[in-house]
């Protein structure tokens, strides 16, 4: 209980420091603190669909990277967030995204994933979803990965190969929007 409650301290801060970037509407900052540790802004862009802008999606790393080998392969901790800009987008519509990334970070063969996905799922959209909500997924290497919904922890997916499937939905040879992977990878 105590290090339940040292880590939900620690990270009630999936704080922010200085902001330093303005992507869309939405202002990034320069740093993070996620998981107990400092991550820097790495890149950041726009996630548009049929000429609509759907969230900002930004890349913080402990170490600035134009590679996504390395999150991908967890050789260094990063998180992606995701500002909601769009009230178009629904739980299940990102849920239905989702499921689209995983098939296609997994070639198609999510079987080794099925239950650590439902259990994400089912953790971090159980909410409807609003314009200017803030989704952030912390990768852990080696442990798995933190989800949390403007600030407050969702879920704790322990699944190193979850893991990387989920950095691969952005970030992976079959990303989900290309040009929001190039801008999230500018290091």
């Known amino acids: 209980m105590k290090k339940r409650l040292i880590l939900a301290a620690t990270i009630v801060a999936i704080s922010t420091n200085t ?12 740093s993070i603190i996620a998981h107990e540790q400092s991550l820097q802004f790495n890149g950041a862009g726009i996630r548009s669909k049929f000429f609509m802008d759907l969230y900002v999606g930004s890349l913080f790393t402990s ?29 299940e ?6 499921n689209d990334g995983f098939n296609n970070a997994t070639n198609g063969d999510t079987s080794a994933i099925d239950n650590s996905i439902e259990r994400f ?13 803030q989704f952030t997924l912390v990768s852990v290497p080696g442990e798995g990965v933190y989800s949390y919904k403007n600030d407050q922890q969702l879920t704790f997916i322990k699944d190193e ?15 989900t929007d290309k040009q929001l992977k190039k801008e999230m990878l500018k290091g």
């Open 93 to 98: 519509k990102l849920t239905d995204a989702l």
């Open 63 to 91: 170490a600035q990277t134009e590679l996504a080998a390395p999150i991908i392969n967890g050789e260094i901790p990063a998180a992606i967030r995701l500002n909601i800009t769009s009230g178009m987008i629904t739980a």
């Open 161 to 175: 190969a979850f893991r990387q499937a989920l950095m691969a939905i952005w970030l992976g040879d079959k990303p």
């Open 19 to 30: 902001y330093a970037h303005t992507v869309g509407d939405i202002t990034v900052p320069e």
């Open 121 to 133: 799922v089912a953790a971090t959209f159980a909410e409807a979803i609003s314009e200017g909500d």
